[in-house]
C-alpha cells in the first residue's frame, strides 16, 4: 500500500496549512483513513480519522481547528489545519486500515514557528 502525504512546511503560530494523502488504490478500499503526528521524542499520537462513510472523529487538541475531508474524484484525503499553535508542530503522517492491517506512509513535517 502507497500512502504519500504531503503539503507540509513552516508556517507561523496562527497559520494555515492543508495536507493531503492520496492512496495508490481507491481510499473506498479502506474502512478508516487518518492523520497522526509526531513530534521530536515523542509517541506517535492520533490526530484525526474518517470512515469510508465519511463521518469523522478528531483529537480533543485540534477540535475545532482542523478539518478531514476527502476528494473522491480526486481519490485523496486532506487535512485542513488553521490556527496552528507550537504543539501541533511534527512529522504528520497519513494512514489507512483495511481488514487485513494498517499502513502507515511517509510523513510531512510541519514547523510552527512562533
Known amino acids: 500500500v502507497q500512502l504519500q502525504a504531503y503539503g507540509g512546511g513552516v508556517v507561523q503560530n496562527g497559520g494555515s496549512l492543508r495536507l493531503s494523502c492520496e492512496p495508490r488504490?481507491?481510499?473506498?478500499?479502506?474502512?478508516?483513513m487518518g492523520w497522526y503526528r509526531q513530534a521530536v521524542g515523542k509517541a506517535r499520537d492520533f490526530v484525526a480519522a474518517?470512515?469510508?462513510?465519511?463521518?469523522?472523529t478528531y483529537a480533543d487538541s485540534v477540535k475545532g481547528r482542523f478539518t478531514m475531508n476527502r476528494d473522491t474524484e480526486k481519490n485523496t484525503v486532506y487535512l485542513e489545519m488553521n490556527n496552528l499553535q507550537p504543539d501541533d508542530a511534527g512529522t504528520y503522517f497519513c494512514?489507512?486500515?483495511?481488514?487485513?492491517?494498517?499502513?502507515w506512509g511517509q510523513g510531512t513535517l510541519v514547523t510552527v514557528s512562533s
Open positions: 494512514s489507512a486500515r483495511d481488514a487485513r492491517s494498517d499502513y
Open positions: 474518517m470512515g469510508w462513510r465519511g463521518n469523522t
Open positions: 488504490d481507491s481510499i473506498f478500499a479502506y474502512y478508516e
